[in-house]
């Protein structure tokens, strides 16, 4: 993005790339349905980056979901707004049309495109070293270049097989500047259950559910539970909670709501029409429509849940607890937590220590849910620093007569 918003206001861009392709984790990004961006108000949008909402506002002012439709729209990709108010390109486009769309906008405009190319550090006051790997790492050189200005854009370190794998960390700190450590976000939750839950369920999907962590809001959606815990929307959203809880040393427990759309009064009118003998498991079917794997769910929590009164079995339906014992790995997660401090950056997201070197997209310390907030805050920051730095090079541009 900042590539391309340079090259349209005339100045001269070479992209470097340590991968043999371009974009390898936006493609990532389209794998659970390619969802660009989302159509929330902007100020609500803004607080899906958690303490870092107030600086999102003036990202989101200067390139705003609706701004991403019409860039989208120019590259040929028409999106809409789904139901759930995500943005998303028509069915006939795949991340792999739009990532081909932009690519070719982007040689339209003159921008060179190096790929394996890996950057190594600074040198002196304005170069980077990097390694041009081309020809295979027998035959890679490594050269000096001085840019009049530079954009780091570096990713977090989640699927480090797309590139993505924090190997810039020193090199930043090499500076002395401060680097947040990086922990796994929008991951899945490790629950430990038993050897007869696993073999019972295996993986299974839970639908218009909601959860907590311990007394924490409720986040609605669907979940699949697995092996090693459960996955999904609302646990992805509720990860810096139980990273949180967890750093604390706990209790870091899910609470699972079986039916958040019922009254309780209801609920319990409900369970309190059970029948002497009736099963649990046809009676949670009948009257509720839970079936597999809710009962082997409730006895998991509870092993006396089929015994269990009304109330207190209401209460159970409410909020099933799910300890968490730990989070996913980080090179398993969706994005990461942790970065780059904004501490070490300007108003215009430039290094302090390295006036004219810029950073943007997932290398910075902010996080947000999934939903389209992670991708609208790649390219909202990435927008960012090229208006900062065309701003930097007019002077330049005016006194040169060009």
């Given amino acids: 993005m900042a590539a391309q918003r340079l090259a349209e206001a005339g100045h001269k861009v070479h992209l470097f790339e340590a991968q043999a392709t371009v974009g390898r984790k936006f493609l990532v990004a389209g794998h659970g349905g390619f969802n660009l961006s989302n159509a929330e108000e902007l100020s609500r949008f803004a607080g899906r980056y958690g303490a870092e909402e107030a600086r999102f506002v003036s990202l989101l002012s200067h390139f705003s979901p609706a701004e991403l ?3 989208a729209a120019d590259l040929g990709i028409e999106t809409f707004v789904g139901t759930s108010g995500r943005i998303f390109p028509v069915a006939a486009h795949k991340p792999a049309d739009l990532l081909r769309a932009w690519l070719s906008r982007l040689r ?9 190319h890996r950057w190594l550090g600074f040198a002196g006051a304005a170069g980077l070293r990097l390694r041009d790997e081309s020809a295979g ?3 890679a050189r490594e050269f000096i270049i001085e840019p009049t200005a530079t ?6 370190a989640s699927w ?6 924090g190997t810039w960390v020193p090199l930043l700190q090499e500076l002395g500047v401060p ?3 990086f922990a796994p976000a929008n991951c899945g939750a490790e629950v430990t259950w038993s050897p007869f839950f696993k073999q019972k369920t295996g993986r299974a999907p839970l639908k218009n559910i909601a959860l907590r962590v311990n007394d924490g809001p409720e986040v609605r959606g669907e979940i699949m539970l697995t092996e090693y815990g459960a996955e999904g929307t609302p646990v992805y959203a509720l990860t810096p ?9 706990g209790p870091a427990v899910l609470h699972l709501n079986l039916k958040p759309d019922l009254p309780a009064a209801t609920l319990l009118a409900k369970l309190q029409q059970r029948r002497s003998g009736a099963s649990l498991p046809d009676f949670l079917r009948k009257a509720l429509h839970l079936g597999p794997p809710v009962p082997t769910l409730l006895r998991e929590a509870q092993p006396d849940a089929a015994s269990l009164g009304p109330e207190a079995l209401a209460e159970l339906l409410a909020a099933v607890p799910l300890p968490v014992a730990g989070l996913r790995p980080l090179d398993e997660a969706i994005s990461t937590a942790g970065g780059l401090a904004f501490s070490a ?8 220590q390295r006036p004219g070197t810029y950073v943007a997209g997932e290398m910075l310390d902010w996080e947000a849910p999934t939903g389209g907030y992670l991708l609208q805050g790649c390219f909202s920051t990435g927008a960012w620093v090229a208006q900062a730095i065309a701003a930097q090079l007019q002077p330049n541009r005016a006194s040169a007569g060009s």
């Fill in 69 to 71: 439709r019409t860039w």
């Fill in 108 to 116: 339209e405009l003159g921008v060179e495109i190096h790929t394996r």
């Fill in 137 to 139: 790492l027998e035959a």
């Fill in 151 to 156: 954009v780091l854009a570096l990713g977090g």
């Fill in 160 to 165: 480090a097989k797309t590139g993505s794998d």
């Fill in 179 to 181: 680097v947040v450590p």
């Fill in 241 to 249: 909670q139980l990273r949180a809880a967890l750093a604390r040393g």
């Fill in 345 to 352: 950056l300007d108003e215009h997201l430039m290094l302090r």
